[in-house]
Nanobody, 126 residues
Framework: VQLQASGGGLVQAGGSLRLSCAAS????????VGWFRQAPGKEREFVAA????????YYAASVKGRFTISRDNAARTVHVRMKNLKPEDTAVYYC????????????????????WGQGTLVTVSS
C-alpha cells in the first residue's frame, strides 16, 4: 500500500481543514488507517484512526469532539475533518496503514503500522 496525504495548510484558530489520505496498491480494505502528527520539537503522536470495520473510529483525547475521521473504501481514501483548530494542533500530519491493529491500544502504536505516507503540514495561527 502506498499512501499520499494532502489537505494541510494555514488556517486561523477556530478554523477548519480536511486532510485526506489516498491509498493505492494492495487491498485497501485489509488495512486500518491512522493519522499521527509531529509538532516542532516534539515526538510524533497518535491523532485518530479508522479500523477495517464500519464505525471503528478511534481518537486521541486531545482531538475528540473536534476531529472526525471517515473512510471511503471505494475511493481508497480516509479523511480527517478538523474543526475548531487550535495553535497547538500545528504539526506535520502523517497517515499510516496497519494490517495488524485491531483496537485503540493497537492503533496508537506506531510500530504496528506497515506503511506510511509523507506528511502534510497544518499551521494554525492565533
Amino acid at each position: 500500500v502506498q499512501l499520499q496525504a494532502s489537505g494541510g495548510g494555514l488556517v486561523q484558530a477556530g478554523g477548519s481543514l480536511r486532510l485526506s489520505c489516498a491509498a493505492s496498491g494492495r487491498s485497501f480494505r485489509d488495512y486500518g488507517v491512522g493519522w499521527f502528527r509531529q509538532a516542532p520539537g516534539k515526538e510524533r503522536e497518535f491523532v485518530a484512526a479508522y479500523g477495517r470495520s464500519v464505525g471503528a473510529e478511534y481518537y486521541a483525547a486531545s482531538v475528540k469532539g473536534r476531529f472526525t475521521i471517515s473512510r471511503d473504501n471505494a475511493a481508497r481514501t480516509v479523511h480527517v475533518r478538523m474543526k475548531n483548530l487550535k495553535p497547538e494542533d500545528t504539526a506535520v500530519y502523517y497517515c499510516a496503514a496497519s494490517i495488524k491493529a485491531a483496537s485503540f491500544s493497537d492503533y496508537v502504536r506506531e510500530s504496528l503500522y506497515d506503511h506510511w505516507g509523507q506528511g502534510t503540514l497544518v499551521t494554525v495561527s492565533s
